[in-house]
């Protein structure tokens, strides 16, 4: 008597065993994504990708098949219908952005899936979570609105920096063709300049390189604790006054050719307490040498081109003009209770919304990276 409920007991135990792990393998889709998001509102496609994550225990589990449902109201695929598409059970291990295959979408539309999946032996889990996407407005027509902005300049916001190079010139050893290509290795550019007496309040050396430079005003390295000047579509800053006087003034610049073109551009600002400015600019006047200050060859540079031609266009400022943000507002009054509101919104630059104080949305920098010469989203 005693064997038998053991036994009894054995095989429940065995058969409880199998049952719990055969639940605990099904494949479940899990975190399911429309276009890489989860939950979109204004997706900007008609014909979005579903992406979805299995979730199982068990070892050597995969995906053999899958069925999708898209349907127009929430209560129609809770009973398993896919008005929208049905895809039926399709073979294939694909879980990410499969495209949706059923009737058209059109701008507005709201659409919920789901998605179940069927293992590798053939056995089919159970259906996932529904998830939920809009479409946005896909047509010119269906934008109701018009462009908006203030263009007005700010009187006392901060003013947009004149090119600080103009007037100057590309300028390098007299070899080869420095537009294209001359031989590696080092170059020295020598000026001597005078200065006027005075309070000089700031100086500033602005200057760049094809492939880098480093200058000395009265035998003082002005670009030591800086950033190098390494990059030629920067534009660096150095300050020099501290290296400046009155007279005579000496100034060597080292710039280096790693391979291809080459050229040095530079001009040195002073401004004055009375308001007077004195620029030396990079120019036909200048010396230089291939074989170091210490030498006397010094000869007479080459003038490649002048500022904002060449190869090398116009280097960008290191410090970046940014106007201040616009600030657009807008009050409305509702008369009845909202149901639902989606605000569909756009602009030629990163924008934020607030309504009522808080942030509409979740989405960080939109519209997101666009050229704007070709579309807008």
């Known amino acids: 008597m005693d064997r038998v409920h053991a036994a009894g007991w054995i095989m429940c135990g065995l058969a409880c065993f199998v049952a719990l792990g055969s639940a605990v393998a099904e494949l479940t889709p ?3 994504r429309t276009e890489d998001r989860a939950n979109p509102e204004g997706i900007a496609t008609a014909v979005p990708r579903f992406t979805w994550i299995l979730q ?6 995969a995906q053999s098949a899958w069925q999708i449902l898209v349907a127009d109201a929430p209560d129609l695929l809770a009973g398993d219908t896919g ?3 049905d895809s039926g059970k399709v073979t294939g291990r694909e879980s990410a952005l499969i495209p949706y295959g059923g009737k058209g979408l059109t701008s507005r539309s709201r659409c919920w899936w789901k998605v179940r999946v069927w293992d590798q032996d053939g056995k089919v889990g159970p259906w996932s979570e529904p998830a939920y996407f809009s479409v946005g407005l896909l047509n010119r027509d269906d934008w109701q609105a018009r462009w908006i902005g203030y263009d007005t300049p700010d009187q ?12 100057s010139n590309w300028i390098w050893y ?25 309070v000089i309040t700031e100086a500033t ?4 390189a094809d492939n880098k430079a480093k200058a000395w005003i009265n035998n003082i390295n002005v670009c030591e604790g800086h950033e190098a000047a ?14 400046l006087r009155a007279g005579e003034n000496r100034m060597i610049v080292e710039a280096a050719n790693t391979h291809g073109a080459a050229a040095l551009i530079l001009v040195l600002e002073a401004r004055y307490e009375d308001g007077k400015t004195v620029r030396i600019v990079s120019d036909g006047e ?13 000869t007479q540079v080459m003038v490649v081109c002048p500022y904002g031609e060449g190869p090398w266009h116009k280097p960008m400022e290191s410090d970046v003009y940014t106007p201040p943000a616009v600030l657009l507002r807008r009050e409305f009054e509702l008369s009845k209770p909202v149901k639902r509101a989606v605000l569909y919104a756009s602009a030629l630059g990163i924008h934020d919304t607030l309504l009522n104080g808080r942030r509409v949305g979740d989405v960080v920098f939109p519209p997101g990276w666009t050229d704007y010469n070709k579309r807008v989203y």
């Open 30 to 32: 899990v975190d399911l």
């Open 56 to 61: 199982g225990n068990g070892r050597n589990l």
């Open 83 to 85: 008005n929208l598409w």
């Open 156 to 167: 006392g916001g901060p003013v947009r920096p004149e090119e600080p190079l103009a007037g």
């Open 174 to 198: 007299p070899e080869g063709d420095p537009a294209h290509e001359v031989p590696a290795g080092k170059r020295w550019f020598f000026k001597i300049f005078r200065l006027p007496e005075g």
């Open 205 to 208: 050396l602005f200057m760049t």
């Open 230 to 243: 390494n990059n030629w579509g920067r534009l660096y800053r150095y300050p020099v006054r501290d290296a």
């Open 286 to 298: 200048w010396l230089t040498s291939r074989e170091g200050p210490a030498r006397s060859d010094w």
